[in-house]
């Protein structure tokens, strides 16, 4: 490609301007665009929030829950010692969803109320959670080890419902099933899964732990 000197040099007072004008535009007024653009998007978007805040508290109340919350948690909560029967339950819905299972242990059985049973992370004092139903608790922890894939692993979770009491998932830990020594080489794409679930029982008026 030959560039002709003169024809450059003749049009070199009309290029120059453009040249800076371009330079101008891409140096100093595209940022400034674009920023104001994006906090132009920022500030609708907390005008509509700050909108919905103004609506909420005009709008009507949230409705009652149908039936007693009470009873209906008194129906989901075992009267006694569920660990057996969540044993098997646990084994038949592993068996169900593709998990193998290694083990199921429970351990003893304990009141949800003293220390050293349910509580926040990190805290030491019994969750306060338990203290809304006002009826006192028993819990028995029950700690499953298994080798599975993530579908089915996230299914067996999913289906952690209906059981013979009510569960709460205290830890899950997932690691690689090629960190866990074996004899046998692990499926592609299997996890190794450690599920300690603590199943809660209600406890009789005026018996103890």
């Known amino acids: 490609m030959k560039i002709d000197l ?8 009309y290029l120059v301007p453009l ?14 665009v ?11 978007g907390l005008r509509q929030r700050a909108a919905f805040a103004r609506s909420q508290p005009g709008g009507p109340p949230p409705a009652e829950p149908a039936g007693d919350p009470m009873k209906a948690f008194e129906r989901q909560v075992a009267s006694d010692d569920p660990s057996g029967r969540l044993l098997e339950e646990l084994s038949r819905l592993a068996a169900r969803t593709g998990v193998h299972v290694d083990a199921i242990e429970n351990g003893d059985q304990g009141s949800a109320a003293e220390a050293g049973g349910p509580a926040v992370s990190g805290g030491v004092m019994p ?4 203290a809304l139903f006002q009826t006192p608790l028993k819990y028995s922890p029950v700690t499953l080890t298994a080798d599975a894939d993530y579908a089915s692993l996230g ?11 009510v569960v709460e ?8 099933s090629a960190e866990t020594p074996g004899d046998t080489a692990p499926a592609p794409g299997t996890v190794r899964v450690t ?13 103890g732990a």
């Open 195 to 207: 599920l300690t679930v603590f199943a809660y029982s209600r406890t009789a008026a005026g018996e």
């Open 34 to 44: 674009t920023e104001s653009t994006r906090v132009e998007r920022e500030l609708e």
């Open 6 to 13: 003169l024809q450059l040099k003749r049009y070199a007072p």
């Open 19 to 32: 040249v800076i004008v371009g330079l101008g535009w891409f140096v100093f007024v595209r940022p400034t």
């Open 169 to 176: 998932i205290r830890s899950l830990a997932v690691t690689s």
């Open 127 to 130: 969750d306060p959670r338990f």
């Open 155 to 165: 299914n067996f979770l999913w289906q952690l419902r209906d059981l013979a009491t």
